[in-house]
């Protein structure tokens, strides 16, 4: 402000004595600067007057000061925790791109760059597509309000696909439904989960008549070993719940002991209640749900859990579906440990462990999107390697896991092969011995090789 002053102060001074000097004669060339002074001096004059006196006659809501909003957006974003959360919680939500860009004071290429990289990318592109999807369900239901849908536009109304509203998007389950099918193995699974589904869809059509329902469930137990894809089912199992009507979003929070229980008295409660609010409208995911019962201290904090998680289940039983999932006997346990987790959890989902025709076609769609090229020899190197992983590991073997702990060391050996090449050699191409140095390499980490010298474990 006294910046200002001071220079109207100048300014004035400045055409006071051009003015005195063209009173008195003085050059013709003082004419320009005389009137350059006076129309700044007026402009400014206007500049400052004008808001004052709007706001004097009751107009305050209409400034002309040059206060703009400026969103700062950077290309290199620091990702601190924060941040992440942050993304994460717009990733949910389904924002825009350019939305998600403001208010993390990233470009949005940085902004699609971090969810690649956090492998939620195909999360946002189903979030975005419900968000989408939710807004043309508000825009059609306004046009049926006023009357103006159907015979006056010429076009036939979806109506809202919510729970309770006897709608089935057909398309979308179609789409879930083939990501389903599209596994490896989980043949018995695949028919648990159609069996459910059909079961959903002719609730839907019921509720549609008018006809009378039974009570159910759509909580569910995945009961099978680790790395049989368990995570990847109830994401799909989200997308068909969402498309049957029976949630409203289907997007999925996975948790495990640690996201439920508290350290203290009193923390447990406040931790399950934040968990349960985020998953609301789609499915709540325990890994490892049987932990919850597994400690038997006095201190333990899992029974206040499992009970508070009942509450929530009970209060949002239209807005939540619970899929707790682990080792198949831990899971029968677990349920049968509380009669409030038996009368909820009634579907058992059993995933098989994969055969080693169904491993080695994991292993081989990994090669696939990895573009690599594999020969005849290194074929049947891969067909050998996968065979003898369930025998690294024959307790806690981890199926799929293991498959990709054996395509990770392939690219380790293959890198390590290129990199000491003198000549120039294909990219693509992985070889017999990169996946026998592979397998070496886990035998090693796994205390069953014949000949550790030499082998370089990596990690």
């Excluded at 018995?188 to 549609?208: N, Q, Y």
């Excluded at 997007?251 to 409660?269: K, M, N, P, S, Y």
């Amino acid at each position: 402000m006294l910046l200002r002053v001071l220079l109207y102060f100048c300014l004035i001074c400045f055409a006071t004595v051009i003015s005195i000097r063209h009173d008195s004669k003085a050059a013709a060339s003082d004419d320009q600067l005389l009137w350059t002074a006076t129309a700044l001096t007026s402009f400014l004059l206007v500049y400052e007057l004008i808001p004052l006196l709007l706001r004097l006659v009751g107009i305050q809501k209409l400034q002309l000061s040059l206060n703009w909003e400026t969103i700062q957006r950077v290309r290199k974003p620091k990702w601190t925790g924060a941040a992440v959360a942050k993304l994460q919680k717009l990733v949910s939500e389904g924002e825009h791109l350019e939305v998600m860009g403001n208010a993390l004071g990233a470009m949005p290429a940085a902004v699609k760059s971090k969810m690649v990289s956090l492998n939620v990318w195909a999360e946002y592109e189903k979030a975005r597509a419900f968000k989408l999807q939710d807004e043309l369900n508000v825009l059609e239901a306004e046009l049926i309000a006023r009357g103006t849908s159907g015979a006056a536009t010429g076009k036939t109304s979806r109506k809202s696909r919510f729970v309770g509203a006897g709608q089935v998007n057909k398309a979308g389950l179609e789409r879930a439904l083939k990501d389903l099918n599209k596994l490896t193995g989980l043949s018995r699974l695949k028919s648990e989960i159609h069996s459910i589904t059909a079961l959903a869809e002719v609730r839907a059509m019921r509720l549609k008549e008018g006809l009378p329902l039974n009570s159910t469930t759509a909580h569910l137990v995945f009961a099978g070993n680790p790395g049989t894809g368990k995570t990847t089912v109830a994401r799909i199992v989200g997308d068909i719940y969402r498309s049957l009507g029976v949630l409203k979003r289907g997007h999925v929070v996975e948790v495990g002991r640690a996201d439920l229980i508290g350290e203290w008295v009193g923390h447990t409660a406040p931790k399950v209640t934040a968990v349960v609010k985020r998953a609301l409208d789609g499915v709540l995911f325990i890994d490892e749900a049987y932990s919850l019962t597994s400690m038997q201290s006095h201190d333990d904090f899992g029974q206040e859990a499992i009970e508070t998680l009942l509450t929530l289940m009970e209060d949002n039983r239209d807005r939540l579906v619970v899929i707790a999932a682990g080792y198949p006997d831990l899971m029968r346990h677990f349920v049968s440990s509380n009669p409030g987790l038996e009368s909820r959890f009634k579907a058992f989902m059993h995933f098989d462990d994969f055969s080693n025709d169904e491993l080695a076609t994991i292993f081989f769609s990994l090669c696939k999107g990895y573009k690599l090229v594999l020969d005849a020899d290194a074929l049947q190197a891969a067909n050998s390697a996968v065979s003898v992983l369930p025998t690294l590991k024959k307790d806690n073997f981890a199926n799929g896991r293991e498959v990709r702990n054996l395509f990770e060391r392939c690219l380790e050996s293959q890198a390590l092969r290129i990199r000491a090449s003198t000549e120039t050699v294909s990219l693509v191409d992985l070889r017999s011995t990169d996946i026998q140095l592979a397998l070496e390499q886990l035998k090693v980490a796994a205390g069953k090789s014949d000949n550790n010298a030499g082998v370089f474990v990596g990690r």
